[in-house]
């Protein structure tokens, strides 16, 4: 019975801390744009990440120094 006597005001304030977190993540916009990051992943933007674009890249590197 004495453990419940610590463990009620810890998670209370475990209880406080989630709630400021919650409002700070809306005050900051994390919240703003759900669709964002969904239609994100669709969009082919890694042909940098390629190893056919790094040598090409590297290729023409290496005709300007020379």
């Known amino acids: 019975m004495e ?7 810890g998670m209370m ?3 406080v801390l ?5 409002v700070w993540a809306v005050k900051k916009g994390q919240y ?3 669709e964002g990051n969904a239609n994100r992943i669709l969009h082919d933007d890694d042909e940098d ?3 056919h674009c790094r040598q090409q890249q590297s290729g023409d590197g290496d005709a ?3």
């Not at 453990?3 to 009620?8: A, D, E, G, N, R």
């Not at 989630?18 to 919650?22: C, D, I, K, R, S």
């Open 64 to 66: 300007d120094n020379k």
């Open 32 to 34: 703003e744009d759900m």
């Open 49 to 51: 990440m390629m190893p």
């Open 13 to 15: 304030f475990f209880g």
């Open 18 to 22: 989630f709630v400021v977190v919650l």
């Open 3 to 9: 453990v419940i006597y610590s463990l009620i005001p």
